[in-house]
T-cell receptor
Framework: ETGVTQSPTHLIKTRGQQVTLRCSSQ?????VSWYQQALGQGPQFIFQ???????GRGNFPPRFSGLQFPNYSSELNVNALELDDSALYLC??????????????FGDGTRLSIL | QQQVKQSPQSLIVQKGGISIINCAYE??????FPWYQQFPGKGPALLIA?????SEKKEGRFTISFNKSAKQFSLHIMDSQPGDSATYFC????????????FGTGTRLQVTL
């Protein structure tokens, strides 16, 4: 069974740039959630995708957007990067429908640094 | 907005001792309550989870105790080992249109020899 994989592992950008992070869900999982984890904090929910549609969003501005593909993989896009966007970005996959609460399994994240 | 309060913030336990981490939440009606373990440079790994219709679940050295009326659940690590040194997060899933997890602030556990 293949776990959740994320790429790249590390990324350095400057303010105002745009970034795309990628995630492959665990085998058999059809739901992908994205989280932002600042240093020393717990992960914070960004949004979730199910059946290629956004299925709920946390308190993040519209410059955070995403996609889910037919193979359930997903992308997180962030435009107009700000210094505060420096964080570990985590992808989690799970199995279930729109209101499912099946356990979520995380990848090791992408460490994004904004200079 | 779901609030999740986790304590203590940090914990030092001797090898062989019992580590206890607590979590309190506000809203009700969830399907499960998970604990995650995170090592530096890694993502959170699902450690153990409990459903609200049981009061305790044990897996090896790890036990979750759940008090529904008090809206609290705790993680007990028996016979703590240096390899257990990590940050532990409780999480509470929200029902509704998105099954997002709201995480606690984390507990940094250090197990000494």
């Amino acid at each position: 069974e293949t776990g959740v994989t994320q790429s790249p592992t590390h990324l350095i950008k400057t303010r105002g740039q745009q970034v795309t992070l990628r995630c492959s869900s665990q085998s058999g999982h059809n739901t992908v959630s994205w989280y932002q984890q600042a240093l020393g904090q717990g992960p914070q929910f960004i949004f979730q995708y199910y059946r290629e549609e956004e299925n709920g969003r946390g308190n993040f501005p519209p410059r955070f957007s995403g996609l889910q593909f037919p193979n359930y993989s997903s992308e997180l896009n962030v435009n107009a990067l700000e210094l505060d966007d420096s964080a570990l970005y985590l992808c989690a996959s799970s199995l279930g429908g729109r209101n499912s609460n099946q356990p979520q399994h995380f990848g090791d994240g992408t460490r994004l640094s904004i200079l | 907005q779901q609030q999740v309060k986790q304590s203590p913030q940090s914990l030092i336990v001797q090898k062989g001792g019992i580590s206890i981490i607590n979590c309190a939440y506000e809203n009700t009606a969830f399907d499960y309550f998970p604990w995650y373990q995170q090592f530096p440079g890694k993502g959170p790994a699902l450690l153990i989870a409990i459903r609200p219709d049981v009061s305790e679940k044990k897996e090896g050295r790890f036990t979750i105790s759940f008090n529904k009326s008090a809206k609290q659940f705790s993680l007990h690590i028996m016979d703590s080992q240096p390899g257990d040194s990590a940050t532990y997060f409780c999480a509470v899933p929200n029902t509704g249109t998105a099954s997002k997890l709201t995480f606690g602030t984390g507990t940094r556990l250090q197990v000494t020899l």
